[in-house]
Nanobody, 113 residues
Framework: QVQLVESGGGLVQPGGSLRLSCAAS????????VGWYRRAPGKQRELVAH???????IYQDSVKSRFTITRDNAKNTVYLQIDSLKPEDTAVYYC???????WGQGTQVTVSS
């Protein structure tokens, strides 16, 4: 059974930083492209960053230079470093393979002063 456990979210002020983690079990993340998705209030879930099995990273234009996705295949874990947070980054963040399958519970990121 595949389990994805996201963590690291929280309430931060604009300009702050967070590091999100996604630990996977029941699936070998290392052979897949893996992405971080987010669902903002009233909006559909969107892919904001992903990393290929070879380590190439791709970002949505709105998060380039502020988000950094990395992976640790030995730990079957993917990370998302988020810097210079903006209120519009407020969302529930999820990780999943590409294309996605079962979703985890996500981690809430709230950016507010």
């Amino acid at each position: 059974q595949v389990q994805l456990v996201e963590s690291g979210g929280g309430l931060v002020q604009p300009g702050g930083s967070l590091r999100l983690s996604c630990a996977a079990s029941g699936i070998n993340f290392s052979i897949y492209a893996v992405g971080w998705y987010r669902r903002a209030p009233g909006k559909q879930r969107e892919l904001v960053a992903h990393i290929t099995s070879g380590g190439t990273t791709i970002y949505q234009d709105s998060v380039k230079s502020r988000f950094t996705i990395t992976r640790d295949n030995a730990k079957n874990t993917v990370y998302l470093q988020i810097d210079s947070l903006k209120p519009e980054d407020t969302a529930v963040y999820y990780c999943n393979k590409i294309p996605p399958r079962e979703w985890g519970q996500g981690t809430q990121v709230t950016v507010s002063s």
